[in-house]
């Protein structure tokens, strides 16, 4: 079947650094998606992992392993406005290029 | 360049009562989703357009839910009639390139539906 796991919750301070994990089961594999969501708002797009390895956008960095079938989002330099969900999903060519969700990882950052 | 809209941001309705909600995709793209999102959940596939075809609607209750994309640009999503478990955000996204391996999903801020 098909399944996306992350972390629930997630707690970090203010200017510090956080990893947020995503592992996947999914029956097939043409990228990986992370997603900003705040509270009451839309999904914005994060970033797009298709080949392995280390995709970096200023504070944010995602990594894939297909391999592994796991994928992780790094936020450096934390800020108060980075507090939201993060939602991971995989775009499955078996599923008519369906997006596969994650539950999504809520990240609170404290002072 | 404007976003996804949707309207209304918020519904609150009884049960056993019609709703719609609307949708206008970013201009220029073909793909237009409806997604269900419930609390502290990922978001649910109901149906995707391919301009006015409904390419995949296998996750759409069509006893009570149905949508319309007539001219390939706009979208309406409707439930008839609504039950106490439908209430959820209902989210609608565009895409430009037809849904396939290059192709990314932006998404409109979100109806908020409450079936008392």
């Known amino acids: 079947g098909q399944n996306i796991d992350q972390p629930t919750e997630m707690t970090a301070t203010e200017g510090a650094i956080v990893q947020i994990n995503c592992t996947y089961q999914?029956?097939?594999?043409?990228?990986l998606f992370w997603y900003q969501q705040h509270a009451g708002e839309a999904p914005t797009f994060l970033s797009y992992?298709?080949l392995d390895g280390l995709e970096e956008k200023g504070r944010f960095s995602s990594f894939l392993s297909r391999s592994k079938g796991y994928s992780y989002l790094l936020l450096k330099e934390l800020q108060m406005k980075d507090s939201a969900s993060y939602l991971c999903?995989?775009?499955?060519?078996?599923?008519?290029?369906?997006?596969?969700w994650g539950a999504g990882t809520k990240l609170i950052i404290k002072p | 360049e404007a976003g996804v809209v949707q309207s209304p941001r918020y519904k609150i309705i009884e049960k056993k009562q019609p709703v719609a909600f609307w949708c206008n995709p970013i201009?220029?793209?073909?793909?237009l989703y409806w997604y269900l999102q419930n609390l502290g959940q990922g978001p649910e596939l109901l149906i995707r357009?391919?301009?006015?075809?409904?390419?995949?609607d296998s996750q759409l209750p069509k006893d009570r839910f149905s949508a319309e994309r007539l001219k390939g640009v706009d979208s309406t999503l409707k439930i008839q009639p609504a039950e106490l478990g439908d209430s959820a955000v209902y989210l609608c996204?565009?895409?430009?390139?037809?849904?396939?391996?290059?192709?990314?999903?932006?998404f409109g801020p979100g109806t908020r539906l409450t079936v008392l």
């Open positions: 996204a565009s895409s430009p390139h037809g849904g396939g391996s290059t192709d990314t999903q932006y």
């Open positions: 201009s220029g793209h073909n793909t």
């Open positions: 357009y391919e301009n006015e075809e409904a390419v995949d």
């Open positions: 999914t029956s097939g594999f043409n990228g």
């Open positions: 992992n298709v």
């Open positions: 999903a995989v775009r499955d060519p078996d599923s008519n290029y369906q997006l596969i």
